[in-house]
């Protein structure tokens, strides 16, 4: 049984800095893509960035590009997404998820449970 646990998320002001943890067990880490989405209230879960298997090719929303880097630590079955110059509008619950590198979140097939940013102004 494939398990993503996030962490890390918290209060901060805007400006500020967090770093996102995804600790996946239950299935190789290292053969599978990882994506990060968000949703805040009201929307629907949107694309944050995604990172292939090793770690050599990593991809974008536009929103947050130059803001946040997403990365991997395969010997610890683990992926970051550090978020610097947060904004209020980064205010989500942020959700890790494995299976793919695409923007569409239907092509993954694993979840967590979500860990919640909150940005203040």
């Known amino acids: 049984q494939v398990q993503l646990v996030e962490s890390g998320g918290g209060l901060v002001q805007a400006g500020g800095s967090l770093r996102l943890s995804c600790a996946a067990s239950?299935?190789?880490?290292?053969?599978?893509?990882m994506g990060w989405f968000r949703q805040a209230p009201g929307r629907e879960r949107e694309f944050v960035s995604s990172?292939?298997?090793?770690?050599?090719?990593?991809y974008y929303a536009d929103s947050v590009k130059g803001r946040f880097t997403i990365s991997r630590d395969n010997a610890k079955n683990t992926v970051y997404l550090q978020m610097n110059s947060l904004r209020p509008e980064d205010t989500a619950v942020y959700y890790c998820?494995?299976?793919?590198?695409?923007?569409?979140?239907?092509?993954?097939?694993?979840w967590g449970q979500g860990t919640q940013v909150t940005v203040s102004s």
């Open positions: 239950g299935r190789t880490f290292s053969s599978y893509a």
């Open positions: 990172i292939n298997w090793s770690g050599s090719r990593t």
């Open positions: 998820a494995t299976g793919s590198v695409s923007d569409s979140f239907r092509l993954y097939d694993y």
